[in-house]
């Protein structure tokens, strides 16, 4: 049995765990491992990219930055998620915001000082990511639509990490930017739609308060249907293998999504709405390994130093 000392000291590492949404980080890193092996260096063994040491650094930076961009957006909205998420954020209550704000800079110096081992690039990279999380979180947050773009750019952000290590840059590599950027755009306008309440009650300027929920639906709507531009352009264009079958899959999904979409009008149907979402993105992520590696040798690389 654990002492009540043992067991305060678990809760608030649930806590911090929570904060940091350590249940989306491993998806990350997953996610810029297999980039690396089927996309960005494919002639090379997957042993030889898992044992890279580099590579290695790169991938845990980015997972660290990205726990502290949560804590610093968590230390934001502590009092919107109290609304929109009570039961999470009595969870995350258990961790003083001095000692969240303390786990945010230590977070943040290892991420630099772990950079600047593999390039002044790498530096750089990180200082500016860390910067704009901030500055995210901050400032831009609560700005009609600006808010949302710029989460879901951060939220791609952290590939360019990986292909910026590479010095890859291919055509198809941004087709693949332009429809995970649009799911999440998708995603945050879903969000919006899910935490009205709480966005209401502490003077957030998004979609669905400034011009009402079915203004923020046609939006979504016009999102929706923008995917096709990518879906078909990677399908047609370069032939990413049996990646395809993802995007019809998704693009079958999405039709039923917007179905959904416009019969909701309750916080449950939208955070229904939301996990979906959720799961073509990290379906999204698996299915990597099924692109076809010979269409990068066919695209023109756009990046061939830095």
Not at 77 to 89: A, E, G, H, Q, W
Not at 98 to 110: D, E, R, S
Not at 165 to 193: P, Q, S, T
């Amino acid at each position: 049995m654990l002492s009540r000392k043992n067991k305060i000291i678990v809760m608030k590492f649930i806590s911090l765990f929570s904060v940091v949404r350590g249940y989306n980080i491993p998806i990350i890193v997953i996610a810029q491992y297999l980039s690396a092996i089927f996309i960005l260096a494919p002639e090379k063994r997957a042993l030889f990219i898992l044992l890279d040491f580099d590579l290695f650094i790169i991938v845990l930076a980015s997972s660290l930055a990205i726990a502290s961009g949560y804590i610093i957006n968590n230390f934001y909205d502590t009092k919107k998620d109290l609304i929109n998420r009570p039961n999470k954020s009595m969870l995350d209550r258990l961790v003083s915001q001095k000692t969240k704000l303390n786990v945010y800079f230590a977070l943040n110096f290892i991420v630099v000082f772990l950079a600047i081992f593999v390039s002044w690039r790498a530096f750089l990279y990180f200082s500016v990511y860390i910067f704009l999380i901030w500055y995210y979180s901050h400032r831009i947050k609560k700005q009609l639509f600006l808010g949302n773009l710029m989460s879901a750019f951060l939220s791609v952000l952290p590939f360019f990490a990986v292909f910026l290590y590479y010095k890859n840059l291919y055509e198809v590599i941004l087709g693949h930017a332009v429809f995970l950027f649009l799911l999440l755009l998708i995603r945050e306008l879903v969000k919006d739609l899910e935490n009205i309440k709480g966005d209401l009650a502490n003077d957030y300027r998004t979609i669905p308060i400034v011009y009402g929920e079915e203004v923020s639906k046609k939006i979504i709507t016009i999102l929706s249907l923008s995917t096709i531009i990518p879906v078909y352009i990677l399908i047609e264009v370069f032939d990413v293998g049996y990646m395809d079958i993802y995007f019809y899959t998704c693009l079958i999904i999405l039709i039923f999504f917007q179905l959904s979409l416009w019969k909701s009008n309750t916080k449950e149907q939208y955070v229904l709405l939301h996990n979906v979402l959720k799961f073509l993105i990290v379906a999204g992520v698996f299915s990597i390994i099924l692109i076809n590696p010979s269409v990068l040798w066919h695209g023109k690389k756009l990046l061939q130093s830095i």
